[in-house]
Nanobody
């Protein structure tokens, strides 16, 4: 019943921007921490960000910190990933994921997440 659906992906030029959306249904997203992950062909899934339940504690992977921003709109039961200064290396399938449990320390750990979206393609190319 719990479901996450990503949208907003597509093709963008290097240096451009894109905003991904993650819509939740079957549960209230405000009671979950939300992570963004990405996976390029032949590579392991990489942690992009993790946002705490209240939206105030956010960590980012080193490769995206300073360029990407994650934020919530609880009224819409949605989470967003604003991606700026995009590079070809950012090309991947992007996933949002939800974690219902309290965590002592923020971390990018793939096993923390119970519910995953289907993923959406982001391609950065001239």
């Amino acid at each position: 019943q719990l479901r996450l659906v990503e949208s907003g992906g597509g093709l963008v030029e290097p240096g451009g921007s894109l905003r991904l959306s993650c819509a939740a249904s079957g549960f209230s997203l405000e009671t979950y921490a939300v992570g963004w992950w990405r996976q390029a062909p032949g590579k392991e899934r990489e942690g992009v960000s993790r946002m705490s339940r209240n939206g105030k504690g956010i960590i980012y992977g080193a490769s995206v910190e300073g360029r990407f921003t994650s934020y919530r709109d609880n009224a819409k039961n949605m989470v967003y990933l604003q991606m700026n200064s995009l590079r070809p290396e950012d090309t991947a399938i992007y996933y949002c994921a939800a974690d219902p449990r309290a965590r002592l320390k923020p971390r990018l750990m793939i096993g923390d997440y119970d519910t995953w979206g289907q993923g959406i393609q982001v391609t950065v190319s001239s």
